[in-house]
């Protein structure tokens, strides 16, 4: 089986094929320059794939048994890049897996900043915020009881909120990680 690859190593494959197809030169050719110049595993795929198409499979059936994020949609680009003549087709949709490898980075960052703030938040208020509370409660200011006993319970019990959350998120990452992916007749 081939290695798997990311949306950037499938859109660098793709490109090398349809820059290929633009100069006229053997797809074969550019794959074997390919695994030559790269570490990895693009230059394992790209050796798999010259293996395969000396065989005689068809560079549309050799991207398909990749193991790749939409593989199949590859595939359908390339198949079409074929009939038309027109290798700009797999150029667009190698571009488009480059952005979607752009946003799911910027998705992944995004999270980051609001779990820090989440996290220094939290930790003010377990140990400055409700040391302060308890101490000074009634001393010049009047808190009113919820807070004050919201500061006492979180004074000896800070330990359990980020147990909670901890809990919590692998309960989520179970379960998303658990769901049933559609059929490929489906996809």
Same mark, same amino acid.
């Given at each position: ?78 198949? #079409? @890049?074929? &009939?038309? *003549? ?5 150029? %667009? ?6 952005? /979607? ?65 901890? #809990? @919590?998120? &692998?309960? *989520? ?5 658990? %769901? ?6 489906? /996809?």
């Amino acid at each position: 089986p081939m290695a798997t690859l990311n949306d950037v190593q499938v859109a660098a494959l793709l490109e090398e094929g349809a820059c290929a197809m633009k100069v006229g030169t053997p797809v074969i050719d550019s794959l074997r320059r390919l695994e030559n110049r790269r570490l990895g595993r693009v230059a394992r795929v790209a050796g798999k794939a010259v293996e395969r198409l000396e065989r005689g499979e068809s560079l549309d059936g050799v991207i398909n048994k990749m193991n790749a994020p939409l593989g199949d949609q590859a595939a359908a680009s390339v198949r #079409a @890049a074929e &009939l038309s *003549g027109d290798p700009e087709i797999i150029v %667009r949709f190698a571009r488009q897996l480059r952005r /979607r490898s752009d946003y799911r980075e910027t998705s992944r960052l995004l999270w980051f900043y609001p779990c820090l703030l989440l996290l220094i938040g939290y930790a003010v208020a377990a140990g400055v915020m409700a040391p302060l509370v308890r101490q000074f409660d009634g001393a010049d200011v009047r808190w009113p009881r919820l807070i004050v006993s919201l500061a006492f319970w979180l004074e000896a019990n800070w330990w359990i909120p980020p147990l909670v959350a901890f #809990a @919590a998120i &692998l309960v *989520g990452a179970k379960l998303l990680l658990s %769901r049933q992916r559609l059929p490929k007749q489906a /996809r």
